[in-house]
């Protein structure tokens, strides 16, 4: 199970950090991350963390968001930086089983950039 907090109303050039708790059976090899989805529009790559310590990153958040792993707690964090309207979506965490295809999706949390 994957729960996501964080969301929320930010003006232009501002910035917010989304969080996100796994709990359960959660594999040890897993890559986990975020996903976004604006109305009308297809649900995107924000920031993956694989195992490792590598981070990769959609074209919408190379230099601006920053994807951590607190790994003791099966937690993942998206710092947002320089917010911008364009950002606005339905942020989803992301849990993938490194090893056999098996995925999880936490319910979403809405992040609205607007002045």
């Known amino acids: 199970q994957l729960q996501a907090s964080g969301g929320g109303l930010v003006q232009p050039g501002g910035s917010l950090t989304l969080s996100c708790k796994a709990s359960g059976s959660i594999p040890s090899m897993n890559i986990m991350g975020w996903y976004r989805q604006a109305s009308g529009k297809e649900r995107e790559l924000v920031a993956t963390?694989?195992?490792?310590?590598?981070?990769k990153y959609g074209d919408s958040a190379k230099g601006r968001f920053d994807i951590s792993k607190d790994h003791a707690n099966q937690k993942t964090y998206l710092k947002m930086n320089n917010l911008q309207p364009e950002d606005t979506a339905v942020y989803y965490c992301h849990l993938r089983n490194g090893l056999v295809p098996e995925e999880w999706w936490g319910q979403g949390t809405q992040v609205t950039v607007s002045s």
């Open positions: 963390f694989w195992n490792g310590g590598i981070r």
